[in-house]
């Protein structure tokens, strides 16, 4: 990693914005390139790929999600909300001072 040159809080403020700009770019193209690989697979039945530098495969499977939100719901009609709360404070896990940086463009004039 390259080591923090001197510059003002400014100078880090735009160089921060540009970077997440170039990221969200970049992966909004590596998404786009994906899908593409996706559609292929799905289309040929084939499931590697080469390029000149990287080989990708493409596998699908069955995924499961459980919603949360709606288990504590359906919970809270068959026992109490004491009960319901006591359980979802054991099983929850605080993380004290995190920290959170958001950039974002100046709006254009």
Request: net charge negative; proline share 0%.
């Amino acid at each position: 990693m390259n080591a923090i040159v001197t510059q003002t809080i400014e100078e880090a403020v735009d160089q921060l914005g540009v970077l997440k700009a170039q990221i969200k770019a970049l992966e909004d193209r590596a998404e786009e390139l994906r899908g593409l690989l996706v559609i292929e697979s799905e289309t040929t039945k084939l499931s590697n790929f080469d390029g000149d530098l990287f080989h990708a495969n493409v596998s699908f499977s069955d995924k499961e999600n459980t919603c949360w939100k709606q288990v504590v719901e359906l919970l809270r009609d068959h026992v109490s909300n004491a009960v319901v709360d006591a359980i979802i404070d054991r099983c929850t896990e605080v993380t004290t001072h995190v920290a959170t940086v958001k950039v974002s463009a100046h709006k254009t004039k």
